[in-house]
């Protein structure tokens, strides 16, 4: 148990509706990124926060969104959704940006029908 | 943009033999990081390294860093079926700021 949790684990949808997948951080980490990994692809950057402010961003559609609470959990909201969306969808936090690791969420598997 | 190449993709071995993956960065690495996501699961950190050079140890497990900070390798000695699951390797290029570039992992399969 890596101390991130992800919710909800498993995500049944249609083609243009909107979901939220919600992330907790580990305790004291300030750090939240989200990837996406589709069917025996690697793992693609989206997004990143620290602290509530957006630090970087990556590989991500302009359909999806995301924001850190001040409790530092974070919300990645996916619209319009198309087939080519399913994916797991993994969080991970870290205690700031820099050298140290990324601990892992369990993941939400969406899955666009 | 900045890649992390890596390789193989796909690697199926008897139980016992050596496997090893590679990855590859045509830019300086600040620093690369292995994980480890076993078959259902979620990726899980396995060791960093920062040093030009440098080598760690984890039990079976032998991790490299090149000299100029642009490749890296993993190599299991006699693998166990313990060890089935993806490689990833995932380097950082800008120092502090810079955010972890996945290479695309190597699914290795070990037969009994």
């Known amino acids: 148990d890596s101390g991130v949790t992800q919710t909800p684990k498993h995500l049944i949808t249609a083609t243009g509706q909107r979901v939220t997948l919600r992330c907790s951080p580990r305790s004291g980490d300030l750090s939240v990124y989200w990837y996406q990994q589709s069917l025996d692809q690697g793992l693609q950057f989206l997004i990143h926060y620290y602290n509530g402010e957006e630090r970087a961003k990556g590989n991500i559609l302009e359909r999806f969104s995301a924001q850190q609470f001040p409790d530092l959990h974070s919300e990645l909201n996916l619209s319009s959704l198309e087939l080519g969306d399913s994916a797991l969808y993994f969080c991970?936090?870290?205690?700031?940006?820099?050298?140290?690791?990324?601990?892992f969420g369990p993941g939400t598997r969406l899955l666009v029908l | 943009g900045q890649q992390v190449m890596q390789i193989p993709q796909y690697q199926h071995v008897q139980e016992g033999e050596d496997f090893t993956t590679y990855c590859n960065s045509s830019t300086t690495l600040s620093n690369i990081q292995w994980y480890k996501q076993r078959p259902g699961g979620h990726p899980v950190f396995l060791i960093q390294?920062?040093?030009?050079?440098e080598v760690k140890k984890q039990k079976r497990l032998t991790f490299q860093f090149g000299e100029a900070k642009k490749n890296s390798s993993l190599h299991i000695t006699a693998t166990q079926t313990t060890d089935v699951g993806t490689y990833f390797c995932a380097g950082k290029y800008g120092g502090s700021q810079g955010n972890l570039i996945f290479g695309k992992g190597t699914k290795l399969s070990v037969k009994p």
């Open positions: 991970a936090s870290s205690v700031e940006p820099g050298l140290e690791t990324q601990y």
């Open positions: 390294l920062v040093k030009s050079g």
